[in-house]
Nanobody, 126 residues
Framework: QVQLVESGGGLVQAGGSLKLTCAAS????????MGWFRRPPGKGREFVAS????????DYEDSVKGRFTITRDNAKKTMYLQMHNLKPEDTAVYYC???????????????????WGQGTQVTVSS
């Protein structure tokens, strides 16, 4: 089992920045693809970004490309999402997720992720 805890959410004005952190514990997560997803108000969960176990491969949803950066520090069992130029449409609960098997790729498919955090709220005011 892998336990995931997100932090770093909050209220920010449009154009501002936030950095989300996902801390993993339990069974090692360093070999697993990890990702960030979000659930906007009244909508379903959607893919944001993903990173391979080595950190060398990343994938982003089109609307966040160039604004968000996903990274990980396997020694610290931590994943990050740096968000710049935030927009009101980025408002959502953000979740980190981890697969439970080795894969060298990033992935936007939420159904391939076995472990999920509880989420952290990001609110962007206009």
């Amino acid at each position: 089992q892998v336990q995931l805890v997100e932090s770093g959410g909050g209220l920010v004005q449009a154009g501002g920045s936030l950095k989300l952190t996902c801390a993993a514990s339990g069974e090692t997560s360093k070999d697993y693809t990890m990702g960030w997803f979000r659930r906007p108000p009244g909508k379903g969960r959607e893919f944001v970004a993903s990173i391979s176990w080595s950190g060398t491969t990343t994938d982003y949803e089109d609307s966040v490309k160039g604004r968000f950066t996903i990274t990980r520090d396997n020694a610290k069992k931590t994943m990050y999402l740096q968000m710049h130029n935030l927009k009101p449409e980025d408002t959502a609960v953000y979740y980190c997720a981890s697969r439970n098997y080795y894969s060298g790729s990033a992935s936007s498919d939420e159904f391939t992720y076995a472990y999920w955090g509880q989420g952290t709220q990001v609110t962007v005011s206009s």
